[in-house]
């Protein structure tokens, strides 16, 4: 089994930064893709970010130039760097990690971590 756990998540002025990160933990081969998501109050779950396990990157239009993901492999953790913070922000951010069980195995399983709230402020 495998578990994400973020933190970082917080209440912030417009036009502020928050740093988030997640860690997976558990029984596992490699981890593939890592990515954030979010989830705005009465909104479905959007991506937010993806990072490969080769550091090749995705976002989200509304994201772009201003949030940033990375990942530590040795540390199995992914972060997320959102500066210039806006209001419509404002959201629980998941993490989602796809993860390869076993090494006699390509199949990958996805997690998600129980997610953080981020509030900015007007």
Wanted: proline letters at 2%.
């Amino acid at each position: 089994q495998v578990q994400l756990v973020e933190s970082g998540g917080g209440l912030v002025q417009t036009g502020g930064s928050l740093t988030l990160s997640c860690t997976a933990s558990g029984s596992f081969f490699s981890i593939d893709t890592m990515g954030w998501y979010r989830q705005a109050p009465g909104k479905q779950r959007e991506l937010v970010a993806t990072i490969r396990s080769g550091n090749s990157t995705n976002y989200a239009d509304s994201v772009k130039g201003r949030f940033t993901i990375s990942r530590d492999n040795a540390k199995n953790t992914v972060y997320l760097q959102m500066n210039s913070l806006k209001p419509e922000d404002t959201a629980v951010f998941y993490c989602n990690a796809a993860v390869r069980p076993r090494s006699t195995t390509t199949v990958k399983y996805r997690y998600w971590g129980q997610g953080t709230q981020v509030t900015v402020s007007s």
